[in-house]
């Protein structure tokens, strides 16, 4: 089964909140932790030789594995998170770890060290306009592309532009009965005896825009990939591209 990040934070979360109920409810009982010990091993030997990408394979499959979940092990994952740029990930684990373990963790010192890194790199993601709050890159609505809209037929006047006059019926004339009870025929003020006006929903364009229901119009979509919180087309060119578009 694959996970997006997002999903996999929430599963993360709620297995570490099980294993804290366990905790507190158990106090005494120690769990054999023999299956995810090994894993663990496995990953502080991938961390010490810098391999952080395979720390984290192993670190997961503690997670996904239901084996019970060593106490040190939310410290040395998020450390592996903040070496693999998974910043919120990573502060969500060091949370975990310091409110499962407070003072007693054998990592308290080097889990405040870290908790004091991550402050860098957790507010360049809330400077950051390029990316969400979890520091993950927008990328561009491939609906839309970008431009937040779409343009469609328009349906009040079925792509005509014109609609037919209400106030003569479509035949461009009014009547009225004169004091003689003869009916006369004026001319229609409101559509000048045209019998019909321009559309009013899309005034003539035949078009309709109405916000792109893929982005919920705000253009831009999730991704799983990592901000760098560089801007790789200039602000300005887009913006003004998506001008001309919307305007062509
Ligand atoms: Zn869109
Ligand atoms: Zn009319
Ligand atoms: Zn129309
Ligand atoms: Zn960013």
Redesign the pocket.
């Known amino acids: 089964m694959i996970l997006n990040p997002i999903q996999f934070s929430q599963k993360l979360i709620f297995l570490i909140s099980l294993m804290f109920c366990f905790n507190s409810a158990n106090a005494q009982v120690q769990p054999s932790l023999g299956g995810s010990s090994r894993l663990m091993n496995n990953a502080m030997k991938e961390m010490e030789n810098g391999n952080y990408e395979k720390a984290n394979i192993f670190f997961r499959q503690i997670i996904d594995s239901n084996l019970p979940i060593p106490p040190e092990m939310p410290y040395y994952f998020a450390e592996t998170l903040y070496e693999l740029k998974q910043y919120d990930n990573s502060a969500n684990f060091l949370n975990k770890y310091l409110e499962l373990n407070g003072f007693k963790g054998d990592n308290y010192e080097r889990a405040k060290a870290l908790e004091e890194l991550l402050n860098i790199p957790l507010n360049a993601i809330k400077a950051c306009e390029l990316c969400d709050r979890r520091g993950y890159r927008f990328q561009e609505c491939f609906t839309c592309e970008g431009s937040k809209h779409l343009e469609q037929d328009c349906g009040y006047c079925k792509a005509k532009g014109i609609v037919g006059?209400s106030?003569?019926v479509g035949s461009?004339l009014i009547t009225k009965r004169n004091v003689f009870n003869i009916i006369e025929y004026f001319e229609?003020e409101?559509?000048s005896g045209q019998?019909r006006l321009t559309c009013p929903t899309c005034e003539g364009s035949k078009l309709e825009t109405s916000a792109c229901r893929t982005c919920q119009g705000s253009g831009r979509l999730q991704s799983d990939k990592v901000c760098d919180h560089k801007d790789e087309n200039p602000r300005h060119l887009s913006f003004l591209f998506n001008r001309m578009k919307s305007h062509h």
Do not use: S
Request: with cysteine.
């Open positions: 006059c106030k003569c461009g229609c409101r559509c019998g």
